[in-house]
């Protein structure tokens, strides 16, 4: 199989890495790639979203498979660019294509894909700038803390959770006023859940799917969840309150209506589902869909597969996973990240990274990395997600926690509160 991974971080380094492990594996490019796919692969200097250069490498290089790691390829429809065109039509495609990625492209759409199929989530109005009245009155309706959601992709950005009402109005009228471009001209407005907060992921094939680990992710800069949101600073997998009891509900309320919804919207879905849960005394609400692999949940969720990934990507494509059997290790993984000082702001990048090699008992991915011909140097907000295992969550902890005091940069920073809320 040559196959060819679309993106940059820690989550395309780890299914790289693993992707590098199997027996099928023929070649393997990475496109653009960091330092670290570049260790079990070959990077490639493409745009992810130039659809036409990524085709012309895939013929010239016979690849056989393509993975595409972020959300806004499949968002800009990548999937549908390779599908419809009969010169790809042996190319499997990893990614929903573009009706099945506005599950992620766009909140109203996820909203009304739930409430049609009776999913569990908040309730919620949708409010553009003809009907702002009725978003006040539905802000009038809820208690306090008020959840506005930008109903486009804003890189992570588009959620506000508001404790004043006004405030919450005067930042409705300027997301309708163009906060956060496009992206916010249409907001979402939720009721607020109160629960803990966990990730269910779901590799589907369009008719059959997959459960895989659960994870647990810590978005805020800063320890005891404070500070500004980051793309995500470490992460735990399973999850252990998410027992074989809540994990049914999950699946008899949540992913057999998705699999379902999606079939009946004609979607052939192939690829990975990102489930954000809230569990609100027990009970599973849905928070967000996402149609790719989290990061850095990728990190602590794909180590733990045991199973060859080529074969489980191949049954997607192929629309057979329900003759593929799907291994996981009883250990726990968890993976923190070091980031660039300043990060989620300004942050400098091109910073030596040391200590790369003198690492023990942990699996080392590359996110903001780059390889400038004599050192390994930062190249981005997150750095290094350092992952390990153990037969729990300390175990684990503690391998990637010295391995962090290992490796050295200008400026690193990391949360040493990782998982904490999840020890036994
Ligand atoms: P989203 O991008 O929709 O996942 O929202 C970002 C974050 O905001 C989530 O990970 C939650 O922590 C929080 N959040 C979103 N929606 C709600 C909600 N209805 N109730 C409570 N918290 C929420
Ligand atoms: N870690 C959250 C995400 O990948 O969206």
New binding site residues.
Partial sequence: MKTLILGSGGREHAFAWKIAQSEKSEKLYIAPGNAGTELVGENIDIDINNFEAIGDFIIRNKINMLVVGPEIPLVNGVSDYFLNNSKFENLKIIGPNKKGAMLEGS?EFAKEFMLKNNIP??K?ISVTKNNLDEGIKFLESVKS?Y?L?ADGLAA?K??L?LDNKQEAIDELNQMINGKFGEASQKVVI??????I?LSVFVLSDGENYKILPTAKDY?RIGENDTGL?TGGMGAVSPVWFANEDFMKKVEDRIIVPTMEGLKNDSIVYKGFIFI?L?NVNGEP?V??Y?VRMGDPETEAVIPLIKSDLIDLLCGVADGNLNEKNIQISDDFCTTIMLVSGGYPEAYEKNKIISGLDKTNDCIVFHAGTKNDGNNIITNGGRVISITAFGKNIEEALDKCYKNAEIINFEGKNYRKDIGNDLKS
């Fill in positions: 909140k989530t908040a919620f803390p959840v959601k992570g588009g959620v959770i939720e009721e607020f859940l109160s629960g907060e978005k949101n954000g809230m609400f928070i967000e996402n």
